[in-house]
C-alpha cells in the first residue's frame, strides 16, 4: 500500500513572477511522518507550506497529495476541495488570519460547519479540543482580546475540530512564553503518538528533536540544501552555523563577559 502523502518533483515559486521564493524542491513527505523545515528567514518555509497546503500552485513542478496532482483546477472541484480541507490543515504564525469570528466557539466550530459535519460530531470535536489545548474558559470571549498565545492555542483548535490528517504548523512557538510553548510542544508530541502526519516550519532549533523525525534544511538559495535523520543535523554544528541558525549565548566569569555558539542539543553552562 502507498503510504506517501505528499511528493514535490523540481517545484519553483516566485512571487509576481520575478521574486524567487522556492526553487528544485524536491520532497516525499509519508503517512505518519514528522518533518520538520529549518532556515533562516526568507529561506521559503512559509511558503512550501502554503503550497502544500493548497493555498498557492508552483510556477513549475509538480505537487501530489494523496494520491492526486494538487493544482487549481484540482481544488476548484468542491468535492475535490471538501476531500483535500478535511484531510490537510495549516495552522498559520500568525493567528489573526484564522481568527475572524465573534467568538472563540464559532472560530473553532467554523471548519466543521463548512464541511459538513453534523451537530452531533460538531459538539463532541468542540468539547475535545476544549479539554486537550484547555481553553473552555475561553470559549464565549473575543478573539481579537486574547493574548498570543491564547489566540494560538484557538487557531490550533480550530484546525483540531476538522481532525486532518495531516496538521502544517508555521512557527508554531514563536513568541510565545516557555510555559505556551511546553504546552503546544506536548500537543504536537500527542499528535505524533496519534499517528498524524505533522510538518512544522520552525527557527526554535530546540524543539524539533521532539517534534519531529526528519528535518530539510533551506538555504538561502531558497532549495534544499541538506535532509535527513533529525538527530544528525541538529548535531552538525558547521552545517547550522553556515546557515545562521547557531544560538549565540552570553556568559559571565569573574567580570568578565563573553559569547559563543551552542548547538541546539546542548545545554547551556558557565
Do not use: W
Not at 471538501?82 to 500568525?94: D, T
Not at 486574547?146 to 508554531?172: C, N, T
Not at 538555504?219 to 552545517?239: C, F, S, T
Request: with cysteine; proline share 4%; glycine share 8%.
Amino acid at each position: 500500500m502507498n503510504d506517501r502523502i505528499f511528493k514535490l518533483t523540481d517545484v519553483q515559486y516566485s512571487y509576481l513572477g520575478k521574486y524567487p521564493a522556492l526553487r528544485d524542491i524536491n520532497m516525499t513527505i509519508r503517512k505518519g511522518e514528522q518533518v520538520a523545515l529549518i532556515g533562516s528567514n526568507g529561506t521559503g518555509k512559509s511558503t512550501l507550506l502554503h503550497i502544500l497546503d493548497g493555498l498557492i500552485f508552483p510556477d513549475r513542478g509538480e505537487v501530489i497529495a494523496l494520491g492526486q496532482t494538487l493544482n487549481e483546477d484540482y481544488l476548484s472541484d468542491e468535492k475535490n476541495a471538501h476531500l483535500f480541507r478535511s484531510k490537510v490543515g495549516l495552522v498559520f504564525q500568525n493567528a489573526d488570519i484564522q481568527l475572524f469570528c465573534p467568538s472563540v466557539k464559532e472560530d473553532i466550530v467554523f471548519g466543521p460547519l463548512q464541511l459538513g459535519f453534523n451537530d452531533k460530531i460538531i459538539a463532541d470535536r468542540l468539547a475535545q479540543v476544549l479539554e486537550i489545548l484547555e481553553i473552555g474558559h475561553l470559549l464565549e470571549r473575543i478573539p481579537h482580546q486574547l493574548s498570543i498565545g491564547e489566540k494560538r492555542k484557538v487557531a490550533i483548535a480550530s484546525v483540531l475540530a476538522i481532525d486532518p490528517e495531516i496538521i502544517i504548523f508555521d512557527e508554531p512557538t514563536a513568541g510565545l512564553d516557555p510555559l505556551t510553548v511546553r504546552h503546544i510542544v506536548d500537543f504536537i508530541v500527542k499528535a505524533k503518538q496519534k499517528g498524524k502526519t505533522i510538518i512544522t516550519a520552525t527557527h526554535d532549533l530546540h524543539i524539533v528533536g521532539e517534534i519531529a523525525d526528519t528535518v530539510y534544511l533551506f538555504g538561502k538559495d531558497k532549495r534544499i540544501i541538506k535532509q535527513g535523520p533529525a538527530e544528525k543535523i541538529l548535531e552538525d554544528k558547521i552545517l547550522l552555523q553556515e546557515n545562521n541558525l547557531i544560538h549565540i549565548h552570553g556568559h559571565s566569569h569573574t567580570g568578565f563577559t563573553h559569547a559563543h555558539p551552542h548547538l541546539p542539543t546542548e545545554k547551556h553552562s558557565n
